[in-house]
């Protein structure tokens, strides 16, 4: 969560370079944006920040000539205090300026103790803290690098900080603490940027390093060259290894699609293939007696699926639990077990750190991620990386795809799967998506829905209700269908829509039962299913309140994978239809680096 982004710059480019950085960081937030830099000619602090989006910073700076050697750059998702401009960062204090992702436990005690000392503090930002404490540090007789060295070993919590000075304006500072940090240089050696991650510097940066806990960035805009030097956190030199950087900017484009979200729904059917051909899993899941697998939000769902999998094909027990549960309940954990950790991002740090805690323990961890080079990735024992390309809209879609594709190759031999059924049946959603356009049409006025299904598609239930909440902003719930009679049925009525998801699998009959007390209380029905129902849903489909989607007939498990398109796109339609932004939804971020 918040985008970071700085830059030393001998050439003209700095305003380019945290620009477009900002503009590709957004995805991690969008509450506010900010740039300072120091000026060329006249090495003075100037800050610019705007609430909203980077748009609204761009306005701004089109009002004056950016002319500057060296700058940070923010988006924001806001932890501590509003959506204001004083709470935008960079925050600044005496010619000192940060850009900060994290948050600082202990910002309180800090401001209290420079506070005393006469500080006064503009935000309610944890944040500002830092600027002000670097500040204090450099008044208390010490240099840039000492005082940010210093400021750094008094912070508690996560952070990727980086800070300028307009008295030393020549050095670039940064560290890194749970929050991730990357460094490159641009191929001529004439630019030097950190950022916070890979598609920052993806137009940038051919090379780039991952910076590792406790380490600090000292960078100096030097004769002849860039210099750069890394820290660990015992503030001894360490070199971290340079990889290529994998991000493209091909891939971080919309390709003529009115949106990156649809986009990337429309790339599920390709995405499943790629998974399919690129994964040989030589991981054996049957030298295990237990699976636990450990993940938030989509992934979580996509976990939730991957039970129904294994559990049916290869009969082995599988726990699924939310990160940031798990890893506070000194959970109980066994030697014959497998623990996975599904994240797209690769940086959830509730994931992260469930992960962290098994391996303290001794025990095997496999990742399942999105990202090279993550956190997660960087951590596991074992890693299975998913051929989604990088995703951008907010919400995950493709990416539930493939993790869920996954999931089903650790149990399923991979030449018996039969991917022409997968891409098939997500193809056929795709083309009949005026359809669901114009269910979501029906849907965008609903004062709730309710989401119901059994068996696989109960964890399809969850992930429709969790896309439809976060693009639409309509509340709803997923629930197995068995379920709604012990208490959700209650709120059914007139104006409350419930999207029943019932295959023509071994659950049809009472799915539709359920269904059928729904219409009993006038609810409204959109009822998912596959064709060959369509004689056993007769009685259903011509009741007035009752809209039917069809999809094609598969076989079991491999619906699961049509009907993740079909309430993707019911999500991505009804929040158009309301007029929403569907990349970023409202106080979201894509990659979820606080707790
Ligand atoms: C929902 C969504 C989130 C993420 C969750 C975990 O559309 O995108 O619920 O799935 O924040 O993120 P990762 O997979 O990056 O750990």
């Known amino acids: 969560m918040c985008g970071i982004i ?21 995805y991690r937030g969008y509450d506010s944006a900010g740039i300072a830099y120091l000026d060329r000619n006249q090495p003075v602090l100037c800050r610019i920040r705007a609430t909203g989006r980077i748009e609204n910073l761009k306005r701004k700076i089109a009002q004056r000539h950016i002319d500057g050697t060296i700058g940070i750059g923010h988006t924001r998702w806001a932890t501590h205090g509003g959506v204001t401009e004083e709470n935008a960062h960079p925050h600044a204090c005496n010619g000192v300026a940060i850009v900060h992702n994290g948050i600082i436990e202990n910002y ?29 540090n450099i008044s208390d007789g010490l240099d840039f690098t000492g005082a940010f060295l210093k400021s750094i070993r008094e912070l508690t919590g996560t952070y990727a900080i980086v800070a300028i000075h307009e008295k030393e304006p020549n050095t670039l500072l940064g560290a890194k603490n749970g929050s991730p940090m990357t460094v490159g240089l641009s191929p001529d050696g004439m630019n030097f940027y950190v950022a916070s991650d890979a598609v920052a510097l ?43 950087n994998s991000i493209s900017l091909k891939s971080v484009n919309k390709g003529g699609y009115e949106t990156f979200m649809l986009k990337e729904i429309f790339e599920e059917a390709v995405v499943a293939a790629a998974t399919y051909d690129g994964l040989d899993c030589n991981v054996d899941i049957t030298k295990y007696g237990a699976i636990s697998i450990i993940a938030c939000g989509t992934s979580y769902y996509a976990g939730l699926l991957a039970k129904y999998f294994i559990e049916e094909l290869a009969q082995i ?24 950790f599904i994240s797209q991002s690769g940086e959830t740090i509730d994931t992260l750190c469930a992960m962290r805690l098994v391996k303290q323990r001794g025990y ?42 996954s999931m089903l190759m650790l149990c399923q031999k991979k030449e018996d799967i039969k991917m022409d059924q997968i891409t098939s049946s997500i193809n056929a959603v795709l083309n009949n ?7 979501a049409e029906k849907m965008k006025g609903s004062k709730g829905l309710v989401y119901i299904g059994r068996g696989i598609s109960y964890p399809i239930a969850l992930e429709g209700a969790l896309k439809i909440k976060e693009l639409a902003y309509i509340s709803a719930e997923g629930y197995p269908a068995g379920e709604i009679k012990h208490g959700p049925i209650a709120i059914v009525d007139e104006d409350v829509y419930t999207i029943s998801i019932a295959p023509y699998d071994k659950h049809f009959e009472k799915t539709i039962s359920n269904t059928q007390e729904i219409l009993a209380r006038n609810g409204k029905i959109l009822l998912i299913t596959t064709k060959n129902s369509a004689g056993a849903v007769a009685g259903i489909v011509d009741h007035d309140n ?19 398109t079909a309430i993707h796109l019911l999500a991505y339609y009804t929040s158009k239809a309301k007029g929403h932004d569907v990349d970023k939804p409202r106080n979201l971020a894509k990659s979820v680096t606080v707790e």
Request: hydrophobic share 45%; net charge negative; proline share 3%.
């Open 546 to 564: 009752v809209d039917v989607l069809f999809l094609c007939d598969v076989e079991w498990p491999y619906q699961a994978f049509c009907m993740a």
């Open 364 to 405: 095997k961890t496999l990742a399942l991620i999105n990202v090279d080079g993550s956190s997660i990735a960087r951590e596991a024992d074992i890693v299975i990386k998913t051929a989604s390309g990088i995703e951008i809209g907010v919400a995950a879609t493709k990416t539930f795809i493939a993790q869920s594709l």
């Open 6 to 26: 700085a830059a030393i710059s001998r050439d003209d480019g700095l305003e380019n370079a945290v620009i477009s950085a900002l503009e590709r960081l957004e």
């Open 202 to 244: 993806s137009s940038l940066a051919e090379n780039i390093a991952y910076l590792e806990d406790g380490d600090c960035i000292i960078a100096e805009n030097s004769d002849p060259a860039i210099a750069y030097k890394i820290l660990d956190k015992s503030e001894n030199e360490v070199v971290r290894q340079v990889v290529p």
């Open 433 to 439: 998506c005026q359809q669901i356009a114009n269910a």
């Open 108 to 136: 309180q005690q800090l401001k209290e103790r420079l506070k005393r000392n006469g500080y006064c503090f503009d935000s309610e930002t944890d944040s500002e803290v830092i600027a002000t404490l670097i500040a204090y």
């Open 317 to 340: 027990h599988v726990d699924v639990e939310v990160a940031s549960e798990f890893r506070y309940r000194n959970p109980v954990l066994s030697p014959n077990s497998l623990y996975v």
